[in-house]
């Protein structure tokens, strides 16, 4: 009995050791930070990480940093990595910091629902805050200040009273009865309510009236007509042909496709 519980112990020794391998293993695969170009050392890395893992957990979003091994210009920055975020593994909601450090850029970027908490206040808020570390070049705690701003704005909650210019809305992004009550709503709720009024009192004023002069006397005013009426035919032949057009095989030439939803900081 004793030999069984010490074989039972070592175990169950044993499998906590390659539980907490495979836990530690885990963590050190987490990817919500990908410095490629060495910008962070381990310690700094690590911690990061952790603030970053933190805030994903809090809000269901993915809160991720990319620092760039190039650069990208100014112009074309929010385009380019609004297109990195699409074509990478990424959650639908999540936020995005660059760091472009080569040119001393940087940038962020909101997808999905995480769009609805970056008002233009806030996207000023986090982008001063993290300017306070970014004007002495240090870049690990402003990012530290990116994580915990990130969450903080999710535990805040929406920001209903804030302005929203920074996003941009792609219209194949947004369901079609959404984007007609956007468009078209004020006239979808008038149009009934006025045609209802407009119908209502027309079939009270026809009803307001009783009486001989507005009856119709349908004994005087009838007749029978009986005529003879002879129904001719004629067949015609139409034949038609399709005259080609040389714009019909270049109609999808040079059309370019709009940037998917998203919201964003600005270069900064």
Not at 99 to 109: E, K, V
Not at 142 to 163: C, I, N, P, Q, W
């Given at each position: 009995?004793i030999?069984?519980?010490k074989?039972?112990t070592?175990?169950?020794f044993?499998l906590?050791?390659?539980?907490?391998s495979?836990f530690?293993?885990?963590?050190?695969?987490?990817?919500?930070?990908?410095?490629?170009?060495?910008?962070?050392d381990?310690?700094?890395?690590?911690?990061i990480?952790?603030a970053?893992?933190?805030?994903s957990l809090?809000?269901?979003w993915?809160?991720?940093i990319?620092?760039a091994?190039?650069?990208?210009s100014a112009d074309?920055?929010?385009?380019?990595?609004?297109?990195?975020y699409?074509?990478?593994?990424?959650?639908?909601?999540?936020v995005l910091?660059v760091?472009?450090n080569?040119?001393?850029r940087?940038?962020?970027?909101t997808?999905g629902?995480?769009?609805q908490?970056?008002s233009?206040e806030?996207?000023?808020?986090?982008?001063n805050?993290?300017?306070?570390?970014?004007?002495d070049n240090?870049?690990?705690?402003?990012?530290?200040?990116?994580?915990?701003?990130v969450?903080?704005?999710y535990?805040?909650g929406?920001?209903?009273?804030?302005s929203?210019e920074?996003?941009?809305?792609?219209?194949?992004?947004?369901?079609?009865?959404?984007r007609t009550f956007?468009?078209?709503g004020?006239?979808?709720?008038v149009?009934?309510?006025?045609a209802?009024?407009v119908?209502?009192?027309?079939t009270?004023f026809?009803?307001?009236f009783?009486g001989a002069?507005?009856?119709?006397?349908l004994?005087?005013n009838s007749?029978?007509?009986?005529?003879g009426?002879?129904?001719?035919?004629?067949?015609s032949?139409?034949?038609?042909?399709?005259?080609?057009?040389d714009?019909?095989?270049?109609s999808?030439?040079?059309?370019?496709?709009?940037?998917?939803s998203?919201g964003?900081?600005?270069?900064f």
């Amino acid at each position: 009995m004793i030999r069984f519980s010490k074989k039972f112990t070592s175990i169950a020794f044993v499998l906590m050791l390659l539980c907490a391998s495979a836990f530690t293993v885990f963590a050190a695969e987490s990817d919500m930070l990908v410095d490629d170009n060495g910008l962070f050392d381990s310690n700094e890395a690590a911690k990061i990480e952790e603030a970053l893992d933190s805030a994903s957990l809090e809000t269901g979003w993915d809160v991720r940093i990319y620092v760039a091994d190039y650069s990208v210009s100014a112009d074309n920055m929010e385009e380019y990595y609004n297109n990195f975020y699409d074509s990478s593994d990424y959650k639908e909601d999540g936020v995005l910091l660059v760091i472009d450090n080569d040119s001393d850029r940087r940038i962020i970027i909101t997808k999905g629902d995480a769009m609805q908490y970056f008002s233009d206040e806030r996207m000023n808020d986090i982008k001063n805050d993290m300017k306070v570390y970014l004007d002495d070049n240090d870049y690990y705690n402003a990012a530290l200040t990116y994580a915990r701003d990130v969450e903080s704005f999710y535990t805040d909650g929406e920001d209903t009273d804030g302005s929203y210019e920074n996003v941009e809305l792609n219209k194949k992004d947004v369901p079609i009865i959404q984007r007609t009550f956007d468009n078209f709503g004020v006239f979808i709720i008038v149009i009934p309510i006025v045609a209802g009024i407009v119908f209502f009192v027309m079939t009270l004023f026809r009803y307001s009236f009783h009486g001989a002069d507005n009856t119709y006397d349908l004994q005087g005013n009838s007749k029978l007509e009986l005529t003879g009426r002879e129904d001719r035919f004629v067949t015609s032949h139409v034949t038609s042909r399709r005259l080609s057009n040389d714009n019909d095989n270049n109609s999808s030439s040079g059309s370019s496709s709009k940037s998917s939803s998203h919201g964003s900081s600005g270069v900064f």
